[in-house]
Nanobody, 120 residues
Framework: DVQLVESGGGSAQVGGSLKLSCAAS????????TGWFRQAPGKEREGVAT???????TYADSVKGRFTISKDNAKNTLYLQMNSLEPEDTSMYYC???????????????RGQGTQVTVS
């Protein structure tokens, strides 16, 4: 079974930083396009960032220049470094694997349970 487990969420002040992690079992990140998505209550799901098998990345305009997606294939872990946080970043963040097309606006086959980020 595939399991994606997020961690690192929490509360942050405006302008602060958080780093999310997502550990995977049952699949290897090196073989898939992976990404981060978010969804706030009452709002549509929003793509945040993706990283493909070669390490190429895409970002939503709303986070470009502030967020950085990366992965450690040896640890089979995906990361999202979030800087200059804004109240609008408050949301549940999900990591995902097997994203297609490999773009922040893509769909996915696997998703974690999510980690809450609150910015105030």
């Amino acid at each position: 079974d595939v399991q994606l487990v997020e961690s690192g969420g929490g509360s942050a002040q405006v302008g602060g930083s958080l780093k999310l992690s997502c550990a995977a079992s049952g699949l290897t990140y090196r073989s898939y396009c992976t990404g981060w998505f978010r969804q706030a209550p009452g709002k549509e799901r929003e793509g945040v960032a993706t990283i493909d098998r070669r390490g190429s990345t895409t970002y939503a305009d709303s986070v470009k220049g502030r967020f950085t997606i990366s992965k450690d294939n040896a640890k089979n872990t995906l990361y999202l470094q979030m800087n200059s946080l804004e109240p609008e970043d408050t949301s549940m963040y999900y990591c995902a694997a097997d994203v297609w097309p490999c773009d922040y606006d893509g769909r996915y086959n696997y998703r974690g349970q999510g980690t809450q980020v609150t910015v105030s």
